[in-house]
């Protein structure tokens, strides 16, 4: 029997028996619209976290004070105290690392602001102007804090687009003066818009130098430095000497937690493709289901057509060649349902994509591949047992039913 | 050309033991127009099966062609019937979901006949069994009669040396049944072997050589004169 009489007669049967044709195509298409959705899901919530590290600017390193003994992202989050604190002057210290560009002191607090009558409780940043460089950070309106000795607290302060708007509807904001807590700053410039960036909005805070920021909040402790190697090159020196150098000053204590943008990037890099790995795996049950699904119906089909297995056999066809057509026949459907599922997966993804235009959703390659090929695999599987059974039937008794 | 000898054929029915086919022998040479008739359950459909190799004798030799063909495997035995064996059925047994055309086609298909070849003899035989107009409808579509001339045209399909006809006018009206019977007769004229099984003595008696059975051995073999009433 020539491949293309096989695949012609397969094609006819699944043309045949439009319902149950329509059943396996919708079962095996829900499975593979479910794993690359679901992965696209998973694909885009990693890639989203990677372009927001991104964002953060190219060669970070951030010193975080304190440090616990096993190795990982963020620890000094867990730690409630540390023995000793960061200061501006280990963050001025900093600077004598030849592998460092430029670094920036941050303290974070919340604080009430307020002009006028309006008040609003949001984030207070203090740092020093290179901030704005190490963070890729735009201004709409005025400028940044002005160049000055971080441990001078100028009354200055520099506001998110929203803040501006709510605290000064309707005229420039430039120049007004707002009270944050107890004390009063000027408004020097605006930030651009930048949305979301690692859990700030850039668009509610305020920004203060940082020796006002350690007056506000009464306490002398950085929250964290931002540190910008050189080159890419120059990270891993860097970090070196960061911890050298606040070794010294910490009096031989090695009790801060200097970590690369890298090295965050990785372990959520890491986290992400496992967990869409995951999903993706609980997706594929769908298609073991669709599989099994395939093995019913075909045993069904081998029953209804026992006249028709008969007659074959009658005519000279081998126990081979009755497997082939049957095997054939599912992996058309398969092939069928494969192409259904992908149509679909892509739809969900579009959709997907136009409820959360943040996210990035695409599907990853390996789910693309791996969806249909399992697919067609499973069906492969589960049609051999209904193929023998087609070919194991007695001609004789086969053809005697009507 | 047929040539079976001592051929048993028992089937276990539970506990029972029910023989089918007692020692039979059985000689059939190249042309020959035999009718197989008996009462229900005495073994003729058995002994068609046979021959036409969906069944297996529990003891005995069976030669189709000068060539023992009792202990072929599946696959051999496939080869034999799609070559040289054609059958015909009552319930005719045609694919429902293809056409006429491509029913008559099937047995080339399997074998797989070049699609050029396939053609050529597939025209031909739509008009030797003037089915051209009926070529692209479906089974449904067509009458009794029309489905048998379709599945006898299959079963020339291949230009077998035996024709195996188990009932074909069994499901048919009597007018429809003797142009079937014709459409057999022409094959047989034109130097096909032709083996019917039949129960109606009238269908039967118009073969050149009659057999009857009764539980499952041969009890007379009837020969009639030269030419018979075969042909028409």
């Known amino acids: 029997m020539r491949f293309a009489d096989v695949l012609d007669f397969a094609w006819r049967v699944v043309r045949g028996y439009r319902s149950r044709t329509l059943l396996i195509l919708l079962a095996m298409g829900i499975g593979v619209a479910a794993v690359v959705a679901v992965s696209s899901l998973g694909e885009g919530a990693r890639l989203y976290v990677v372009n927001q590290f991104g964002s953060l600017g190219t060669h970070l390193v951030i010193v975080l004070p304190g440090r616990s003994e096993t190795a990982g992202a963020m620890p000094g989050v867990l730690i409630g105290r540390t023995p000793r604190d960061l200061s501006i002057d280990d963050a001025l210290a900093l600077k004598r690392s030849a592998a460092v560009r430029r670094l920036a002191p941050l303290i974070v607090g919340a604080g009430d602001v307020r002009a006028g009558s309006r008040s609003r409780e949001t984030p207070v940043l203090g740092s020093t102007h290179e901030l704005m460089d190490i963070r890729s950070m735009e201004m709409a309106q005025g400028q940044f804090l002005p160049v000055m000795d971080p441990r001078d607290s100028l009354p200055v302060c520099v506001i998110g687009t929203k803040l501006a708007v709510e605290l000064f509807p309707g005229r420039s904001p430039l120049g007004q003066w707002l009270r944050v807590g107890d004390r009063r700053f000027r408004v020097v410039g605006v930030l651009a818009s930048q949305g979301e960036s690692l859990g700030f909005n850039t668009d509610e805070i305020v920004i203060v130098p940082v020796a006002a920021a350690q007056a506000l909040f009464n306490t002398e402790a950085l929250f964290r430095i931002l540190v910008e190697a050189k080159s890419r090159e120059s990270i891993g020196p860097a970090k070196a000497d960061i911890e050298e150098i606040l070794r010294l000053r910490h009096e031989g204590k090695r009790d801060v937690t200097v970590i690369t943008q890298d090295a965050v990037l990785a372990t959520f890099d890491r986290i992400l493709k496992a967990l869409t790995l995951a999903v993706g795996g609980l997706a594929a049950i769908s298609l073991a289901v669709a599989g099994i699904l395939i093995m019913n119906v075909m045993l069904i089909s081998v029953t209804q057509r026992r006249g028709e297995i008969g007659l074959l056999k009658a005519l000279g066809a081998t126990a081979a060649q009755i497997r082939l057509t049957f095997v054939t026949e599912a992996v058309l459907l398969a092939l069928g349902g494969a192409a259904v599922g992908l149509a679909a997966g892509k739809l969900g993804q579009l959709l997907l994509g136009q409820i959360y235009p943040n996210i990035p959703f695409t599907s990853p390659w390996w789910a693309v591949i791996a969806a249909p090929l399992t697919a067609i695999v499973t069906s492969i599987l589960f049609s051999v047992a209904p193929a023998r059974r087609a070919a194991k039937l007695d001609a004789v008794q086969a053809l005697s039913k009507r | ?232």
């Open chain 2, 1 to 232: 050309m047929i040539r079976l000898r001592g051929i048993e054929r028992i089937f276990r029915v539970g506990e029972e033991e029910v023989h089918a086919l007692r020692s039979v022998d059985l000689d059939i040479t190249a042309g020959e127009y035999l009718s197989i008739m008996g009462p229900s359950g005495s073994g003729k459909s058995t002994l068609l099966n046979l021959i036409g190799l969906l069944d297996r004798p529990n003891a005995g030799r069976y030669e189709l062609d000068e060539r023992d063909v009792t202990g072929l495997t599946d696959d051999e035995q496939a080869r034999v019937r799609r070559e040289k064996i054609g059958f015909v059925f009552q319930f005719f047994h045609l694919v429902p979901r293809l056409t006429a055309a491509q029913n008559i086609e099937l047995p080339m298909v399997l074998a797989g006949v070049d699609p050029a070849e396939r053609r050529e003899r597939l025209r031909k035989l739509l008009a030797e069994y003037a089915l051209e107009a009926r070529a692209r409808h479906r089974p449904d579509q067509l009458s009794g009669g029309q489905c048998q001339r379709v599945a006898i045209a299959r079963a020339m399909s291949m230009r077998p040396a035996v024709i195996l006809a188990d009932e074909p006018t069994g499901n048919l009206d009597r007018h429809t049944g003797q142009e079937v019977m014709a459409v057999l007769e022409r094959v047989h004229h034109d130097g096909g072997t032709v083996l019917l099984v039949t129960h109606d003595p009238e269908i039967g008696g118009r073969a050149q050589r009659t057999l009857r059975m009764i539980d499952g051995a041969i009890v007379s073999d009837q020969k009639a004169d030269a030419g018979g009433n075969g042909g028409t």
